[in-house]
């Protein structure tokens, strides 16, 4: 029998979106809540991010006057994850049914524990959204713009997000058109008069993922949820088959502390972590990940160490990069999604061949590039592009039109030629099958339909292309001189893989029986989208979902909150 130094009813590890989403649920029923987080932070990767969770039949989407459904919802994932069948023992049908039907719960409950939320963007449609079940509008939801100096002393301990000013994400989305539409332009002057109010108020506001972790803690701590930061956790305690606490540090010291009810894992995943990823999904660079710096994956050998098994471990949720001068040291490294989704422009492998529809997901964006690369050179890619293009849109993170970094020539990353045919020989491309594959692609744009890879055909390549183009929003012809082409690689925003887990959020064992006391949420475990990411949120809505189920079977509570 181990002799605990302290002991309360829920331990979580790590400080992620549904570590307090558990959290709550436990404060709700009257338990003891600790919070071990590892870094001098509070909110996880999860405050870095954009803080978009993916949750169907939401409050915001009847609202609005949206027809949603779980039945919809259910259909749409089924559909999704048959896109690829490969072994994904993270999800099942039980598990997708538990998702769609308790996600609207749990935002119900955290905007009932005064969490303010709201939908995300009129528009931003799931990701498959030409599936049955596929939403042409959106599931989206985020938190609200939050004023940090609400925080107090834990204001300077809630780790910075992406976004330096304060912009809705739709608002932040709709300012590279500022200068083509009265949309871009009415965004453009709301966040500058946002910008100087809160300068002459004094408040500190912040958006995004920043947003959603603030406000978590906030009603965390008002809720007597018990955050400790710099207390890594190096092991799970297991007697008699289950799991009855944890080891962390205290004053520098091993500190045992017991979990009458149960432990919740939610420690991140292990992309920072180069070796995990040389042995599971080789070919990517923990260099080139966005997440945090302790995402090293302890966790995740802790629980099979324990019995637990692993699974999806070569998925990652992609983030396709362009890596600039001076990359290292920038969060977030520019993105390029939207670079090659865009009008006049395409992605190209080492061949000078296109391989896929550029206004795909970002999940299978930077999937399809690895397994691109496994039978001809695809990372790099290169994204090739006129310059109607860089006078119209956004290029790694700069305004549309305008001088670029004389560094972007000088240092041989903005590739520039007269003709196909010479930028071409600047990329080390065959002249012959670059210029064949722009003319195919011209003549693509000139019938209207992407005969190769359907892209501008659904309402997702309509969103990341321009909606103030057209015919076709994603379609454009590369041929206004000069050409231009840079760098694209598979970068991410966190791994994808983790411990299998049952409907009620606990860890398995191969045989298919829990570990006793043992619950997972998040990146640490086996995604219950299976091998697909089927729209924006999509990693984050399961974290706080799965932390709201599990908080509720550990304390017996099921629907009684």
């Given at each position: 029998m181990t002799a605990f130094d302290e002991t309360l009813d829920w331990v979580v590890v790590g400080n992620g979106a549904g570590s307090m989403s558990s959290a709550l649920v436990m404060r709700k029923a009257g338990k003891s809540v600790v919070i071990l987080e590892k870094s001098?932070?509070?909110?996880?990767?999860?405050?870095?991010?954009?803080?978009?969770?993916?949750?169907?039949?939401?409050?915001?989407?009847?609202?609005?006057?949206?027809?949603?459904?779980?039945?919809?919802?259910?259909?749409?994932?089924?559909?999704?994850?048959?896109?690829?069948?490969?072994?994904?023992?993270?999800?099942?049908?039980?598990?997708?049914?538990?998702?769609?039907?308790?996600?609207?719960?749990?935002?119900?409950?955290?905007?009932?524990?005064?969490?303010?939320?709201?939908?995300?963007?009129?528009?931003?449609p799931d990701y498959y959204d030409e599936l049955p079940g596929g939403c042409k509008t959106t599931r989206c939801v985020?938190?609200?713009?939050?004023?940090?100096?609400?925080?107090?002393?834990?204001?300077?301990?809630?780790?910075?997000?992406?976004?330096?000013?304060?912009?809705?994400?739709?608002?932040?989305?709709?300012?590279?058109?500022?200068?083509?539409?009265?949309?871009?332009?009415?965004?453009?002057?709301?966040?500058?008069?946002?910008?100087?109010?809160?300068?002459?108020?004094?408040?500190?506001?912040?958006s995004a993922g920043a947003a959603l972790q603030g406000r978590m803690l906030l009603a965390g701590l008002k809720a007597g949820v018990d955050v400790r930061l710099k207390s890594p956790v190096s092991e799970l305690i297991i007697e008699n088959g289950a799991v009855t606490g944890v080891v962390t540090v205290e004053d520098g010291k091993p500190w045992r502390i017991g979990a009458r009810l149960g432990v919740l894992v939610n420690a991140g995943g292990f992309a920072r972590n180069q070796a995990m990823r040389d042995r599971y999904m080789p070919g990517t660079k923990a260099e080139w990940s966005q997440t945090n710096e302790g995402d090293m994956g302890e966790m995740h050998v802790e629980m099979q160490r324990i019995g637990g098994v692993l699974a999806q471990m070569d998925q990652m949720v992609g983030y396709q990069t362009t890596l600039t001068p001076g990359w290292e040291t920038m969060f977030p490294t520019p993105p390029a999604q939207s670079l090659t989704g865009k009008p006049h422009a395409i992605l190209v492998d080492q061949s000078g061949v296109r391989y896929m529809n550029e206004g795909g997901s970002y999940e299978l964006y930077c999937e399809t590039m690895l397994k691109r690369n496994r039978t001809v050179p695809a990372i790099p890619s290169w994204a090739v592009f006129d310059s109607t293009y860089l006078e119209q849109y956004m290029l790694a993170g700069t305004m549309p039109g305008g001088k670029k970094p004389d560094a972007w020539t000088e240092q041989g990353y903005l590739k520039k030629a007269d003709s196909?045919?010479?930028?071409?020989?600047?990329?080390?491309?065959?002249?012959?099958?670059?210029?064949?594959?722009?003319?195919?692609?011209?003549?693509?744009?000139?019938?209207?339909?992407?005969?190769?890879?359907?892209?501008?055909?659904?309402?997702?390549?309509?969103?990341?292309?321009?909606?103030?183009?057209?015919?076709?929003?994603?379609?454009?012809?590369?041929?206004?001189?000069?050409?231009?082409?840079?760098?694209?690689?598979?970068?991410?925003?966190?791994?994808?893989?983790?411990?299998?887990?049952?409907?009620h959020g606990r860890v398995v064992r191969a045989d298919g029986s829990p570990i006793g006391g043992l619950y997972a949420t998040g990146v640490s475990t086996a995604s219950v989208m299976g091998n697909v990411y089927p729209g924006a949120g999509a990693s984050i809505g399961p974290s706080l979902t799965f932390g709201y189920i599990a908080a509720k079977h550990a304390a017996g509570v099921g629907n009684q909150l």
């Open positions: 001098a932070w509070a909110g996880g990767t999860t405050a870095k991010s954009g803080g978009v969770m993916w949750i169907p039949n939401n409050r915001f989407m009847r609202a609005a006057g949206d027809t949603d459904s779980a039945e919809a919802a259910i259909t749409y994932l089924d559909a999704a994850a048959a896109t690829d069948p490969g072994e994904a023992p993270g999800t099942s049908r039980e598990r997708r049914l538990a998702y769609v039907q308790e996600a609207p719960k749990m935002i119900d409950f955290l905007v009932d524990q005064g969490v303010k939320m709201e939908r995300t963007a009129d528009f931003w985020s938190a609200q713009l939050f004023d940090t100096n609400e925080l107090g002393e834990w204001q300077a301990k809630l780790r910075p997000g992406f976004l330096a000013v304060p912009a809705r994400l739709d608002e932040g989305m709709k300012l590279p058109y500022f200068k083509k539409s009265w949309v871009g332009k009415k965004a453009f002057l709301k966040v500058i008069l946002r910008t100087i109010g809160t300068r002459l108020t004094g408040k500190k506001v912040v196909i045919e010479a930028l071409a020989a600047l990329v080390a491309v065959d002249p012959a099958a670059l210029k064949g594959t722009v003319e195919r692609w011209n003549g693509f744009v000139e019938k209207g339909v992407d005969e190769d890879f359907h892209r501008g055909e659904r309402a997702y390549d309509s969103w990341l292309g321009d909606p103030y183009h057209g015919p076709n929003k994603a379609l454009g012809k590369i041929e206004t001189g000069p050409f231009y082409a840079v760098n694209v690689v598979p970068g991410d925003v966190s791994t994808y893989g983790g411990a299998v887990t049952d409907l």
